[in-house]
């Protein structure tokens, strides 16, 4: 069965600081990855999806990147945080029988 | 206009109960629907797919209308265990991008 990771589970950091966060997915191939966002009692912002190593599509001009170094890895990153950027950023993967979520970093900027 | 547009809430009901939610699209070129179930703090997670002929599991019903670009979750026999956010999705770009609308809350009372 396929499974999804995601770490850390939870994030503090100043304003200024990089972020780096990972995404693997187990027991499936060339997957559609994608990262969402969510703001406290807001619904879900797509902000990246890749349907293949190196290919990223970009849904929201802001100061986030992706990268997909490897098939089953997916990355989300941002050189300088800002206050906005606070939420809980969600990994997900496009299976046949519809989108699955790993289990998300709250990350906090302060 | 959104994309997916949900009645926020919350619904508040008592156990047993019988409820509807609705949700309207704007892309009437939209592929697959789906209704996502997100507790609290949680990661959403797939609750089932909709189908143009409807489809049941169990006490949900899902319910597809193309003509009048709606889809809709009947709930019976509410649980206190069915407390949470019911999030419609859809699909676009030939399924590669999935747009959430914001979610609906649903409060069961004993």
């Known amino acids: 069965s396929q499974t999804i990771h995601q770490w850390p589970a939870t994030l503090v950091q100043p304003v200024g600081s990089p972020l780096s966060l990972e995404c693997t997915v187990e027991g499936t191939s060339n997957p559609n990855l994608y990262w969402y966002r969510q703001a406290a009692g807001r619904g879900l912002q797509l902000l990246f999806y890749?349907?293949?190593?190196?290919?990223i599509s970009s849904e929201v001009p802001q100061n986030l990147s992706a990268s997909r170094p490897q098939d089953r890895q997916f990355i989300l990153s941002s050189k300088k945080l800002l206050l906005s950027d606070s939420g809980f950023y969600l990994c997900a993967w496009n299976g046949r029988q519809g989108m699955y979520f790993g289990p998300g970093t709250r990350l906090t900027v302060t | 206009r959104k994309e997916v547009e949900q009645d926020p809430g919350p619904f508040n009901v008592p156990e047993g109960a019988t409820v509807a939610f609705n949700c309207t699209y704007s892309?009437?070129?939209?592929?697959?629907f789906f209704w996502y179930r997100q507790d609290c703090r949680k990661e959403p997670k797939l609750l089932m797919s909709?189908?143009?002929s409807g489809n049941e599991d169990g006490r949900f019903t899902a319910q597809l209308n193309r003509a009048s670009q709606y889809i809709s979750l009947l709930i019976r026999d509410s649980k206190l265990s069915d407390s949470a956010t019911y999030l419609c999705v859809v699909t676009v770009e030939y399924g590669n991008k999935l747009v959430f609308g914001a979610g609906t809350i649903l409060r069961v009372k004993s």
């Open positions: 909709v189908y143009s």
């Open positions: 892309n009437s070129a939209s592929q697959s």
């Open positions: 890749s349907v293949g190593i190196g290919q």
